[in-house]
């Protein structure tokens, strides 16, 4: 699914909402049972770095490495969920679906114009997780109301970029990329050390290291001697 840009966009998932092709991301949450559905999965690598080890419901998770943010987006769209990626022209769906994003569930935006925060607002009535690439500072104001919608509607607000008074900030902290051998072949994966540190339940600030794309992914294993043949176990670190 890939809607046109600018303000047709707007009026294109609106209409798509409103047609039931996308379901509001309220009625997703409403129809699990209690306890159920509040959080949305991700990758086991990526669980211990989230409270609750996962996307919950209602929260802003502002994310600054684009991998990180893919991958984030990986089980929650195999197991069912909608996400839409705005302002990020750039984004390649080859990557995406090399992280495990379910490409058929996946709503793209690349320039939304003028029209940004309304069509972030649309989406978040009807999809459950909607990306925003942040277009230079964004007011407070506009800031907070996209934030009270994701929380109305149980959907998951995640800027791609600084975002003030995020429930999490995702950034990465150290990465090594492996690949190359003997001074040839090609960049595969990157072993990442990403922190999360937010409020709250996320106060307390959490590493996790592990390899982006996973050695066992969609790409042919790695085979040199400076990196292993599987991907080493998740490793999780509180820090202060």
Known sequence: MRPAAGGGAGRGLAGLVGAGVVRPASEHAAGAGAGAGKVLPVLAGLRALLPGGGLRRGATIAVQTSSVLLALLAAASRAGSWCAVVGMPSLNPAAAAEMGVALERLALVPDPGAEWASIVAALLDGVDIVVAAVPGSVAPAVAGRLAARARQRGSVLMPAGVWAGADVTVA??????????????????????????????ASAAREVTLWLPALEGPLPPVRDAKMPRTAPATTLRRVG
């Open 172 to 201: 990465p902290v150290q990465q090594t990329w492996g690949g190359l051998g003997e001074g040839r072949g090609r960049l595969r994966c990157r072993e990442l050390t990403i922190q999360a540190r937010g409020r709250g339940a």
